[in-house]
């Protein structure tokens, strides 16, 4: 990390000024926000959204942590401790990261990114902006009137028969914003089929694009199952219809089943995105075009076929029959392969580049090696023999924080600093964001390392006290958790900060390839000035150097 | 900058001659009814996975509970099943029509063919309250005072009894799970006339515009794609008709 390796090009800064007509100043007043159909403004709404709910559900893990110091149950009574995992789940699933990268980043960029205007249909991607402000506000109401304690994937006969919070308000926050994610991904494959500039063929466009759309499909494809397996608890809870009740003949296992067909593939929703920005990132800062993009353009694909045909690997000690348990057990191994294509064709793109250390590559290394440990370590929960000792354990929970924490939210911040020039026009500070990077990464590891011990000495996941030999390692991941809160808020400073004081950005700070950089930054409400004409292939950075001599030359 | 000669040239350029229907981020009209459509098709994809999910409970209980499925069949009418069934063609065809007025920009023709898919659509809902309405005087509603009588003991139920005369009483753990059947047959006609009662509101609000000459200057979309949904609709009628009217007639 020294001074001098970097790639970064700013404009003078005593002269230079940010655009003066830009999406940001176009229109004013709050109207003119709220009403909106630039994908621009929508996505800056849902940025400040989710980080909201970010921290919403950052205190609550706080708190799950606070209690875990002890290993009696001292902080809070056994059953507010199920409350607030349960509230931590559902908030951090569904409303950050399943809209997380795609909702921000995507919906900034994917029209950029292909020549494009705005996304194919503004007012839907309104909708599906207030749409999860209704489940959102839903959902805190439903915190603030005490709660729901069935853990985020509502279980019957738990759900429908046992518990008494509110199950019936909770699930309707997460229909609604199903909803919202539906109409979100409905937009992405609409634009992109309909909306690309001329030349933009469908293997010169970015992975990020090609990883949003493998997602949008699975938002499509299984969202709406999700919406109907709610629907069913409902009827369940306040009709008594017996679908779920062994009693009357119902199956509660055919709730997991249809649950487990969305929120399996949704995990993929989760992570798609992310390996969308990783894709970006490493190649801008290793300057060489991703290697196999072919390759890696397709295991989006393959995983969100592959993503569907595994969902009964969350059931294995659940009496699914073990003809079934062999067969998912297999589909889930293959559903590794197209994953390890991405991170083996990662690292080759780093081979001979020129690789600078600036933020986004930070938390795209940390992507890389945390998600390859998350997802290793899925491998073992795939083996259904070893599944049967470490599920339900800590093992468990650290193996999905690998994925969603070390994966998604690095990816997210990633493509967050990646892209915040662009988005916003000035730049964050570098000094102080790389150690943030450097602090998420150390955090993280402190806070769930551990939990991978304690779920193979077997402490089990959910309970609120333990036994005490597993104090220390319990004390170890609460210390790790309080450095990555720190991780996560000096971001929020100096972001904000950044909004006034950061350098002027320019057009290309980068020097990266994609089409959204070779207009101004912050850009204009339709883009660009007039449809671009994509003549080259992604990632082509002999292209941008002819470009910037043809510029050069002009000039002079 | 020569960014900002840019906008004024782009922006210049951007407004000629477009029809006043047109977006301003499509570049062609006919992009933009590609766009709408192929959006309209999605959605239909999400009903269907949404559907789904009922279907799949179907499958499996009928499966494990065949006798008490089709004991419990025997109770809908299958003549007001067929004429529902025909309405609901009747309805998509004059919905097809109304289609093909708005293309040749056929005001009255549109309108009338609107009228008539709006009046059939509701002789659907009334002919499906006639039938609801029957179940509940059975006490043949899940959750709600259910009652196995008709399947224990067939002879008490003569009306039925008469038109299948063959049906045995059932055991009553397996007439139990008549209630199951009833609740799918509730929650998927339910979700389907749902469906329906969206699709009216929109005709009657579609009836009002196209009066106005809304559908009629060459920009039929939104037409287009409600005849869609409303073919999906019916679709999935002709789906739950034999699956659950005639389980027990192969």
Known sequence: ?556 | MSDSTAIAHGAAEAHHEHPPYQRHHFETYAQQNDATNFAMWLFLLTEIMFFGGLFTAYLIFRNWYYPAFVAASHQLDIFWGSLNTLLLITSSFTMAMGVWCAELRKKSGLVLCLILTFILGLGFLGVKTIEYREKWEKHHIPGLHYSVQSFVNPASDPEVHDKYPKDQPLAMDMARHTELYFFLYFAMTGMHALHMIIGIAILAFMIARAQAGAYTTGHVTFVENFGLYWHFVDIVWIFLFPLLYLISRH
């Open chain 1, 1 to 556: 990390m020294s001074d001098e390796v970097t790639l970064v090009k700013l404009p003078d800064q005593s002269t230079a000024k940010l655009p003066k007509v830009s999406y940001l100043n176009k229109e004013n007043g709050l109207l003119s926000w709220l009403l909106t159909g630039d994908h621009k403004r929508i996505a800056m709404l849902y940025l400040i959204s989710i980080s909201f709910f970010f921290f919403v559900g950052g205190s609550l893990a706080g708190l799950i942590r606070l209690e875990l110091l002890t290993p009696q149950s001292d902080l809070m009574a056994t059953d507010t401790y199920n409350k607030v995992f349960s509230m931590h789940g559902i908030i951090m699933v569904f409303f950050f990261l399943v809209p997380s990268v795609p909702a921000t980043i995507g919906n900034f960029f994917i029209p950029m990114m292909i020549g494009a205007k705005d996304l194919a249909l503004p007012k839907i991607n309104l909708l599906s902006w207030y749409l999860y402000m209704a489940a959102g506000i839903l959902a805190l109401y439903t915190m603030a009137s005490g709660g729901v304690d069935t853990g985020w994937t509502f279980t019957t006969p738990l759900s429908t028969h046992y518990v008494n919070t509110h199950v019936l308000t909770t699930g309707m926050a997460v229909f609604i914003a199903g909803f919202s994610s539906i109409f979100t991904g409905l937009n992405f494959i609409v634009t992109i089929h309909k909306m690309r500039a001329p030349g933009m063929t469908w293997f010169r466009l970015p992975l990020f694009v090609w990883a949003h759309y493998a997602a949008s499909i699975l938002m499509v494809l299984g969202t709406p199952v999700l919406a109907i397996a709610i629907v069913l608890v409902a009827l369940e809870r306040t009709v008594g219809i017996g679908v779920f009740d062994p009693t009357k003949g119902g199956d509660p296992l055919l709730f997991q089943h249809l649950f487990w067909f969305y929120s399996h593939p949704a995990v993929y929703i989760m992570i798609l995105p992310g390996m969308g920005v990783i894709s970006e990132v490493i190649s801008t800062f290793s300057r060489k075009r991703v290697f196999g993009y072919t390759a890696v353009a397709f295991s989006s694909v393959a995983i969100a076929v592959f993503g569907f045909f595994v969902w009964a690997h969350h059931m294995f000690i659940m009496g699914i029959s073990n003809y079934a348990v062999l067969i998912f057990s297999l589909l889930t191994m293959l559903v590794a392969v197209p994953s390890a294509i991405k991170i083996f064709n990662w690292t080759f793109t780093l081979y001979k580049g020129s690789i600078t250390f600036e933020t986004p590559m930070l938390y795209a290394f940390g992507f890389m090696g945390l998600f390859t440990i998350g997802g290793l370590t899925g491998v073992f929960l795939g083996t259904a023999g070893t599944d049967i000792h470490l599920t339900e354990t800590y093992f468990i929970v650290a193996h999905f924080h690998f994925v969603m924490v070390g994966g998604m939210l690095m990816a997210f911040l990633s493509g967050l600093h990646f892209w915040w020039p662009k988005m916003t026009g000035r730049m964050y500070p570098e000094k102080i964001s790389q150690l943030a990077a450097v602090v998420t990464f150390i955090g993280f590891n402190f806070t769930f390392f551990p939990q991978f011990i304690l779920g193979t000495l077997g402490m089990p996941r959910r309970y609120a006290s333990y036994p005490p030999e597993f104090q220390i390692l319990n004390v170890f991941s609460t210390a790790g958790a309080s450095i990555l809160g720190v991780g996560y808020l000096l971001p929020v400073l100096y972001l904000t900060w950044s909004l006034k004081y950061g350098e002027i950005a320019g057009n290309n700070p980068w020097q990266a390839t994609g089409l959204e950089w070779q207009v101004q930054s912050p850009p204009l409400t339709e883009n660009f000035p007039e449809t671009p004409i994509m003549d080259h292939e992604a990632y082509d950075y002999e292209w941008l150097e002819r470009q910037q001599e043809k510029e050069v030359a002009s000039v002079g």
